[in-house]
C-alpha cells in the first residue's frame, strides 16, 4: 500500500498557496488533478501529488522554510476556522494533544506504519508551557512547523509561541505562554 493524504490536507495545502500567491491555481492545476472543492475531503490521494506541489514551491523560491513555514499556518487557520477546528480544540495544549492523537495526523495520512513514520509528543509540561515532538512522517517537516505554531497561535489565551526545529528535523521543541 502507498502512502496517501486525505483531500482536506491536500485541499487546504492548495488553498494556502493561493490565499498567499505562493503557486497560482493554474499551476497546481498542472501538477495535480484535482475535483472540486466540495468534493476534495472525501477523496484520498497520493503522497506523490503533495510532493508535486512542494518541488514546485522549492524550484520557485530559493529559500522555501518560510514560505513552507506560512502554508502550514494558513493549514490550520483554515481548519480551524472553517473547518471542524473549533469543535475539536479550544486551547493550545487540546491542539497539540488533537495533531499526534489518532484524529489527528493519522486522519490525515495513510499507508504502512514504517512509511508513514509517527508525529508522536515526546514532551509535554503544560505548567511551563513547553514540549517536544518527533517527527518521522513523510511530510515537509517545514509545513509541519507552521501547522505547529499556526495552532499554538490560535488561542488568545497564548501570549508567547515559539517552534524550532531540531538540526536533524526529526524534533520540534515548543514553546507557549
Same mark, same amino acid.
Given at each position: 500500500?502507498s502512502?496517501e493524504?486525505?483531500?482536506?490536507?491536500?485541499?487546504?495545502f492548495?488553498?494556502? *498557496? %493561493?490565499?498567499?500567491e505562493?503557486l497560482?491555481?493554474?499551476?497546481?492545476?498542472?501538477?495535480?488533478?484535482?475535483?472540486?472543492s466540495? @468534493?476534495?475531503?472525501?477523496?484520498?490521494?497520493? &503522497?506523490a501529488?503533495? +510532493?508535486?506541489l *512542494?518541488?514546485?514551491?522549492?524550484?520557485?523560491? +530559493?529559500? /522555501?522554510?518560510?514560505i513552507?513555514e506560512?502554508?502550514? +499556518?494558513e493549514?490550520?487557520r483554515?481548519?480551524?476556522n472553517?473547518g471542524?477546528?473549533?469543535?475539536?480544540v479550544? /486551547?493550545?495544549?487540546?491542539? =497539540?494533544?488533537y495533531?499526534?492523537?489518532? #484524529?489527528?495526523?493519522? /486522519? &490525515?495520512?495513510k499507508?504502512?506504519?514504517?512509511?508513514i513514520g @509517527?508525529?508522536? =509528543?515526546?514532551f509535554?509540561?503544560e @505548567?511551563?508551557?513547553? $514540549?517536544?515532538?518527533?517527527?518521522? !512522517?513523510?511530510?515537509?517537516r517545514?509545513?509541519? =512547523?507552521?501547522?505547529? =505554531?499556526?495552532?499554538?497561535k490560535?488561542?488568545?489565551? !497564548?501570549?508567547f $509561541?515559539? %517552534? !524550532?526545529?531540531? @538540526?536533524? #528535523?526529526n524534533?520540534?521543541?515548543?514553546?507557549?505562554?
Amino acid at each position: 500500500m502507498s502512502v496517501e493524504i486525505n483531500g482536506a490536507m491536500l485541499g487546504s495545502f492548495v488553498n494556502a *498557496c %493561493v490565499v498567499h500567491e505562493f503557486l497560482m491555481e493554474e499551476k497546481i492545476r498542472a501538477l495535480i488533478d484535482l475535483p472540486p472543492s466540495e @468534493e476534495l475531503h472525501k477523496m484520498w490521494y497520493p &503522497l506523490a501529488q503533495y +510532493q508535486l506541489l *512542494c518541488d514546485s514551491i522549492e524550484k520557485m523560491y +530559493q529559500d /522555501s522554510k518560510p514560505i513552507f513555514e506560512r502554508i502550514g +499556518q494558513e493549514m490550520v487557520r483554515i481548519w480551524y476556522n472553517y473547518g471542524p477546528g473549533k469543535e475539536i480544540v479550544s /486551547s493550545s495544549i487540546d491542539f =497539540l494533544k488533537y495533531q499526534v492523537s489518532s #484524529d489527528g495526523y493519522y /486522519s &490525515l495520512v495513510k499507508g504502512e506504519s514504517e512509511i508513514i513514520g @509517527e508525529f508522536k =509528543l515526546e514532551f509535554i509540561d503544560e @505548567e511551563n508551557g513547553i $514540549a517536544l515532538i518527533k517527527s518521522s !512522517t513523510p511530510l515537509n517537516r517545514y509545513v509541519e =512547523l507552521g501547522v505547529l =505554531l499556526g495552532g499554538l497561535k490560535l488561542f488568545k489565551q !497564548t501570549l508567547f $509561541a515559539n %517552534v !524550532t526545529i531540531s @538540526e536533524s #528535523d526529526n524534533f520540534f521543541f515548543l514553546e507557549f505562554h
